[in-house]
């Protein structure tokens, strides 16, 4: 499901439009969907994370949701270099997919990031696991203060 096509309209603070695809910022997470028979890149997904960085602040924690609708690539190398530059900014990772196809790219990914990558396939019950990935971060932050 789109984001379009939900209920999350309310919750939407603000939305980064590219050639590439939309990015919805809501409060502690990002959510992507990228346009069909793309192939996504670094530079591509460098231009986001500013936009990113320009409107939740330099210090960025947020949990990114990778809400698959289309079919598209990504340049495995690159994402490398997007863990590398966004591995303490994220509370958590998921891709939201019925595809198998999509989560075995997915898997893929995992071979760079250090963070967890977990699968959904309800748009509404990742945007609930990042609530609760967010939560305890907070919560581990403010016991660390």
């Not at 379009?4 to 919750?11: F, G, K």
């Not at 439009?17 to 997904?45: D, H, P, R």
């Not at 609708?69 to 495995?76: A, H, T």
């Not at 990031?113 to 609930?128: G, S």
Request: hydrophobic fraction near 40%.
């Amino acid at each position: 499901m789109k984001i379009v096509d939900s209920t999350l309209a309310d919750s939407i603070l603000d939305i980064h439009i590219t050639k590439q695809g939309n990015f919805y910022f809501l409060e502690g997470m990002v959510i992507s969907e990228i346009n069909e028979g793309i192939t996504y890149t670094f530079n591509e997904a460098s231009k986001v994370i500013q936009a990113a960085h320009d409107f939740y602040g330099p210090n960025i924690s947020v949990c990114y949701l990778s809400n698959r609708v289309n079919n598209y690539s990504l340049k495995p190398s690159d994402w490398l270099k997007f863990f590398r530059n966004t591995s303490n900014q994220l509370n958590g990772y998921a891709v939201i997919t019925k595809s198998e196809n999509s989560w075995f790219n997915a898997l893929m990914e995992r071979l760079f990031c250090k963070t967890d990558i977990i699968r959904f396939d309800n748009l509404y019950k990742a945007i609930e696991w990042a609530k609760e990935q967010n939560a305890a971060i907070d919560n581990k932050t403010s016991l660390a203060s």
